[in-house]
């Protein structure tokens, strides 16, 4: 039969650590665990370059026609002409008014005219334009010739001319206030005028100017 176990001796000294072993293998990933707080946002970077232009795109459909508008105030050239053809070799005195003979063309709406007193009476109120010539064949103690457009009577627009012997032209630009208005052409040269032995003596074209 076994002996009784002796007490047990005093443990020798601790030998040198041995080797370090080899690393064993990694264990399995554990859980992941809850996602932190999100941190302070950071500063905003500088703005980076611009990038290069696109091409352009495609022109788009044209849109619908739009409504046409309202017309437009009719515009018509209208007026009057005559002319003087029966007074070749008279003479036309001072301040006397030239009696045109014949009604050439009348497309006027504002325009009547008398062959009998020479004058042209305007029936509404606007800008009228008046243009003539006259042949003329010398005038009495006087070195020039001078006609005039007059408006009712008095004053007038002048077209003279050094030169009392030939064809004297003139035009002027009327502004009629108040009807109806009266306009002649008058000898403006401060003595009798003769009047040149021509087909035509004078003529004289009033246009009615739209407003």
Do not use: H, M
Request: hydrophobic share 35%.
């Amino acid at each position: 039969p076994a002996g009784a176990t002796g007490d047990t001796g005093p443990a020798g000294a601790t030998g040198d650590t041995g080797p370090a072993g080899a690393t064993g293998d990694t264990g399995p990933a554990g859980a992941t665990g809850d996602t932190g707080p999100a941190g302070a946002t950071g500063d905003t970077g500088p703005i980076g370059p611009t990038g290069a232009t696109g091409d352009t795109g495609p022109i788009g459909p044209t849109g619908p026609t739009g409504d046409t508008g309202p017309a437009g105030p009719e515009s018509q050239i209208r007026g009057i002409q005559a002319q003087l053809t029966d007074a070749g070799g008279t003479t036309i005195a001072d301040g006397g008014i030239v009696v045109f003979d014949t009604v050439l063309n009348d497309q006027s709406t504002n325009i009547n005219y008398s062959t009998a007193t020479g004058e042209f009476t305007i029936t509404a109120t606007g800008n009228y334009y008046v243009t003539w010539w006259i042949a003329t064949d010398g005038a009495e103690a006087t070195p020039s010739v001078s006609f005039a457009v007059q408006l009712n009577g008095s004053g007038g627009i002048v077209g003279s001319s050094p030169i009392v012997s030939g064809q004297l032209n003139g035009s002027a630009l009327i502004s009629v206030g108040a009807t109806p208005a009266t306009v002649t052409l008058v000898n403006a040269t401060g003595n009798n005028v003769f009047i040149g032995v021509t087909p035509v003596q004078a003529n004289i074209i009033i246009i009615e100017v739209a407003p």
